[in-house]
């Protein structure tokens, strides 16, 4: 069992479209991480937070600690922003518990 | 430098053959994280460096991959006897202090290692 997963697993959506990607998890967490990967490229760290919301440009990022839930959003969707949206669970412990990540794709 | 730098970015390999891939980390970063990711796969840990603490080696999945971390910075994956399986995109990431939620993680652009 993964202890951390996403939905959905693919997205298409059209440009200018409002984007929400879900991530819940099953293990005990003091923060949840949100990275952006690129096709052939390497892993972005998008945020990492505890509680309440973050934004940055057009990303916003909420979570729950005690539902046990972080969304991402995308306003105003771009086609620079299609990749693998993937939320991770960092240490503590040695290793991080990736989602299986959400693929998007935005078309223009 | 300024972020995890990581060596080569591709390797094509015959099948059978020795490689190494190398992780230059942020300086500083005390925790250093290999992982790999399989076409259409998610992301597998390998194995985690912490300061001059044993390494956990609990992610590699057999005694023909090793690491190990020179004098807390650079480190090296080396794949021995390299098999058509390992063909995949592997990544280093370090962190100023592992164990904690609290620092942020910076991820290398991975190197694609292709075993033909």
């Known amino acids: 069992k993964n202890e951390v997963e996403q939905s959905p697993q693919n997205l298409t959506a059209q440009e200018g479209e409002f984007i929400t990607i879900n991530c819940s998890y099953s293990?005990?967490?003091?923060?949840l991480h949100w990275l952006q990967q690129h096709p052939g490229g390497g892993i972005v760290s998008l945020f990492m937070?505890?509680?309440g919301k973050k934004k940055h440009g057009r990303l916003i990022a909420t979570i729950n600690i005690q539902e046990k839930h972080s969304s991402l959003h995308i306003t105003a969707s771009h086609p620079r922003d299609s990749a693998v949206y993937i939320c991770?669970?960092?240490?503590?412990?040695?290793?991080?518990?990736f989602g299986t990540g959400t693929s998007l794709t935005v078309i223009p | 430098g300024a972020g995890v730098s990581q060596s080569p970015s591709n390797k094509v390999t015959e099948k059978g053959k020795d490689v190494e891939l190398r992780c230059d980390p942020i300086?500083?970063?005390?925790?250093l994280y290999w992982y790999r990711q399989s076409l259409g796969q998610g992301l597998e840990f390998l194995i985690y460096?912490?300061?001059?603490?044993?390494?956990?080696k609990s992610g590699l999945p057999s005694d023909r991959f090793s690491a190990e971390r020179t004098g807390g910075s650079v480190s090296t994956l080396t794949i021995q006897r390299t098999q058509q399986e390992d063909s995949a995109v592997y990544l280093c990431?370090?962190?100023?202090?592992?164990?904690?939620?609290?620092?942020?993680?910076?991820f290398g652009s991975g190197t694609r290692l292709t075993v033909v």
């Open positions: 300086s500083g970063h005390t925790a």
């Open positions: 937070l505890s509680s």
């Open positions: 460096f912490q300061g001059n603490s044993a390494p956990d």
């Open positions: 990431a370090s962190s100023l202090g592992g164990g904690t939620a609290n620092y942020g993680y910076t």
């Open positions: 293990v005990g967490i003091s923060a």
């Open positions: 991770a669970d960092p240490p503590p412990g040695n290793q991080f518990y």
